[in-house]
C-alpha cells in the first residue's frame, strides 16, 4: 500500500551530535545584514523582539501522518545551537564596532539600538582582507598586510585558531560587499592549484575565496550571502569534503527573487505561459552603492537570472516558456536606505493565447529580510556539521531554499521552486532524525 509518509533510515545509520558548548558565528563584512542579525539575536534574546522571518526559530515540522497530529517546533526537533550560546566575532575593511556600523546601516531604529549598544559596541571588527581590484566602489583602511595571498589566508587562519580557544564550534558566513563578476579558471579546478596561486598571487582568487579556503582548511562551514563565485569551484568543494566543512549555495535569497520562485512555480503549475518578465529596483544603501559599480552588477544580475530559466524548463515546454524577456535593473538611489522597492512587470498568456499582466510592488526592507536567513543558514550548517550523514558531503543542496543561486552536485541542475526547495529542506531534518519522509500521498486515510 502506498503512504504520505515513508520510513527513515535506522536510528543507527545516522546520528547526530548534541549543540553542546558554544557556537561561535565568524562574520566576513559588519554592514547592514551582518549588524541587523547581530542586532536582532541580542534583541530576541533579551526578549524585546521575536525572531520574525527565522524558520529555525520560529517554524514547526510535522512528523508522522496528518492524524497523528505531531508537529514540534524545528528547534525542538533537531538539536539547533540556542541562541544564547551565539558568540559573534568578525572582519571588516571599516574599524567600526558592531555598534557604530549599525547605526551607520540605519536599518534599526536608534531607540532598539541604544537598548543594545554596550553589546554592540564590544564587538569589533578584525583587519579583513581586501583588495579594491574586487569591489571598486569600497576603499577600506582596516586590511590585513601581506606580500602574497597565502600569508593573508594563513593569517586567518590565525584568527580563526584564536577564536576557537573562546569557543566550541565556528562558523563562517560572508556578509561582505559583492565582488566583481569572475568565472572559474585553471586555479580553481583543484585544491593544489588553488593552493600555487595563494604562493603566487593569482588574480583568480578573490579575497572572499581567502576566507574560505581559510575556513574550510581549519574544517570550519562556510555560507556565502553574497552572489560571488567564492566556493563554487571544484578547488573549494573537495576541500569541503575533504575536511567535513559543509558549504551551500550564494546569494540570500530575499525580495525579489523570492517573490519569482514562488510566482514562477505558480504559473509552471498551471499551465500559464510567460512573454516577459521585467524586474527592476531602488535602493539607496551602501550595497546599492557597491551594485552601481557595473562588475559587481554582472555578478548580482547572473545569480538573480537563473532563476526563471530552471523554473519554467522552456526546453520541455516550449509554447509556453521558449522566448521569455527576462530583464533585471537595479537602480542606487540614496533617498531610499536600507528600504528598497522592487517593481516586477509579468507578461502572461493563457487559453487559446489570450495576454493578462501581473504587477509586483513590493516595498522591502533588504537587512529585516536577510539577517534571519543569515542566521538560519549558520544554524544549519552547524548542524550538519554534527550530522554524521550531512557532514562529509560539502556542498549541502538542502539549504537551497535560503539561496538565489543553488549550489549543486556536477551535472545536476539547481532547485529554484521554493516549496519544492521547503520540502527538501523538511525532510532532509527528518531523514537525519530517523523520521519517515513525507511524500504527501495520503492514499490510506482512504483505505
Ligand atoms: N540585504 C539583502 O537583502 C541581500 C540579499 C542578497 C544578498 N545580499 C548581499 O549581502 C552582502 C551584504 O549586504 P549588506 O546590505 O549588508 O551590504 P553592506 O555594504 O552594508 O555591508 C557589507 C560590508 O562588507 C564589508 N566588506 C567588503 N569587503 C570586505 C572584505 N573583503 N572583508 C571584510 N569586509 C568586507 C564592507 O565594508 C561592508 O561593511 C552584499 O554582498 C549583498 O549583495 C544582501
New binding site residues.
Partial sequence: MSIEHQGGPSAAASSVEPAKGKLGVMV???????TTMIAGVEAVRRGLAKPIGSLTQMGTIRLGKRTDNNSPLIKDFVPLADLNDIVFTG????EDNVYE?AAH?AVLDKETLAKLRPHLEAIKPMP???DQH??KR?N?THVKQGKTKRELADQVIEDIRNFKKTVDRVVMIW????EIFMEPSAVHQSIQNFEKGLVANDPGIA??QI?AYAALSEGVPFAN???NLTVDIPALVCLSKKNNAPICGK?????QTFMKTVLAPAFKARMLGVHGWFSTNILG???G???DDPESFKT?EESKLGSLEYIFQPELYPDLYKDIYHKIRINYYPPRG?E?EAWDNIDIFGWLGYPMQVKVNFLCR??I??APIALDLVLFLDLAKRSSELRSLGIQEWLSFYL?SPQTAEGLYPEHDLFIQSMKLKNTLRHIMGEGLITHLGLEYYD
Fill in positions: 566576513v563584512g559588519l554592514g547592514a545584514v551582518a572582519w571588516d575593511i571599516f556600523a546601516a579583513a582582507v581586501f574586487y569591489v569600497l577600506g556578509a561582505g560587499s559583492t579575497p572572499s576566507y550571502g553574497a552572489p546569494d540570500f535569497k530575499t525580495g544603501n551602501r550595497d552603492e557597491v551594485l548580482k536600507d528598497k533588504d537587512s529580510l536577510a538565489k
